[in-house]
């Protein structure tokens, strides 16, 4: 079992940064691969980052590429979503998803854990 808690969001302005925070509980935090995923408002949930803990292997959406930065930390068992030069389209509530498949990973339904959520607003 999985817990996770998402922290970092909030209002900033267009081509603004921001850094979102996931702690995961419970042990062999290596196992898992972490994803970063978004709803925006009126819209279905989509892929946004993901890395595996235990490679570092890493695989960006098209939107954020060049943008967006994931990146974790073992020790604290820890995911971080570097988000710079932000975009009103941005604008959703980001969510963090845990799962130890080797599935694809864009795809929500594979993720067996996932936070609360944290809401990004950018103002134009």
């Known amino acids: 079992q999985v817990q996770l808690v998402e922290s970092g969001g909030g209002l900033v302005q267009a081509g603004g940064s921001l850094r979102l925070s996931c702690a995961a509980s419970?042990?062999?935090?290596?196992?898992?691969?972490m994803g970063w995923f978004r709803q925006p408002p009126g819209k279905e949930r989509e892929f946004v980052a993901v890395?595996?803990?235990?490679?570092?292997?890493?695989y960006y959406a098209d939107s954020v590429k060049g943008r967006f930065t994931i990146s974790g930390d073992n020790a604290k068992n820890m995911v971080y979503l570097d988000m710079k030069s932000l975009k009103p389209e941005d604008t959703a509530s980001y969510y963090c998803?845990?799962?130890?498949?080797?599935?694809?990973?864009?795809?929500?339904?594979?993720?067996?854990?996932w936070g609360q959520g944290t809401q990004v607003t950018v103002s134009s």
């Open positions: 419970g042990r062999t935090f290596t196992r898992y691969r």
């Open positions: 890395i595996r803990m235990s490679s570092g292997y890493i």
């Open positions: 998803a845990a799962d130890t498949s080797y599935g694809v990973p864009t795809d929500a339904a594979e993720y067996d854990y």
